[in-house]
T-cell receptor
Framework: AQKVTQAQTEISVVEKEDVTLDCVYE???????LFWYKQPPSGELVFLIR??????QNEISGRYSWNFQKSTSSFNFTITASQVVDSAVYFC??????????????FGSGTQLTVLP | NAGVTQTPKFRVLKTGQSMTLLCAQD?????MYWYRQDPGMGLRLIHY???????AKGEVPDGYNVSRLKKQNFLLGLESAAPSQTSVYFC?????????????FGPGTRLTVT
């Protein structure tokens, strides 16, 4: 079975603070993929990043950065200098083979980030 | 390109009624998915399709049926709605297997069963 845990249900920060969203995963696959999605108040899901299990390099995209550590089964997401527009629910997801057939995407329960002005 | 669209956006059903949710994508994607989102539980996969004419069960398939008669459309049916099916339903599509390709999501359908 595969599982994604986002222990932080809700986080509140003041604008311009840095914030890290935690994601811990479990899988028996040796090849797997990790994703982050953003769900703003409007409700749609927006793809942010995909990483495969063989690439542990950290990635930075503007104010966003991701830290992938296989040793701790974690794929954490940091927003630097947060802005009010970053307020959203953020989902971490894992793609593996829970049934041995086609890959399925397993989502964490999400972290509600609120950035206060 | 419209991406992934869902019809309807909102619906209220009475227990026992039936309905069909329509998902359409114009990206020529092979894979399509139906999820439900409930508070505190993230998204859970209901059914998915790896190509026209094929469907498979996901994590929570009971009470739902699906069909993929055309590559661009993926229908989700509720034959006899129950209050436990009150949820937000998302359709998604991807070019290839969900392992190596990101999924593109529709705007969601908010369904209430009374």
């Amino acid at each position: 079975a595969q599982k994604v845990t986002q222990a932080q249900t809700e986080i509140s920060v003041v604008e311009k603070e840095d914030v890290t969203l935690d994601c811990v995963y479990e899988t028996r696959d040796t090849t797997y993929y990790l994703f982050w999605y953003k769900q703003p108040p409007s409700g749609e899901l927006v793809f942010l990043i995909r990483r495969n299990s063989f690439d542990e390099q950290n990635e930075i995209s503007g104010r966003y950065s991701w830290n992938f550590q296989k040793s701790t089964s974690s794929f954490n997401f940091t927003i630097t200098a947060s802005q009010v527009v970053d307020s959203a629910v953020y989902f971490c997801a894992l793609s593996g083979r829970p049934s041995g057939s086609a890959r399925q995407l397993t989502f964490g329960s999400g972290t509600q980030l609120t950035v206060l002005p | 390109n419209a991406g992934v669209t869902q019809t309807p956006k909102f619906r209220v059903l009475k227990t026992g009624q039936s309905m069909t949710l329509l998902c359409a994508q114009d990206m020529n994607h092979e894979y399509m998915y139906w999820y439900r989102q409930d508070p505190g539980m993230g998204l859970r996969l209901i059914h998915y399709s790896v190509g026209e004419g094929t469907t498979a069960k996901g994590e929570v398939p009971d009470g739902y049926n699906v069909s993929r008669l055309k590559k661009q459309n993926f229908l989700l049916g509720l034959e006899s709605a129950a209050p436990s099916q009150t949820s937000v339903y998302f359709c998604a599509s991807s070019y290839g297997t969900s392992g190596s390709h990101e999924q593109y999501f529709g705007p969601g359908t908010r369904l209430t069963v009374t």
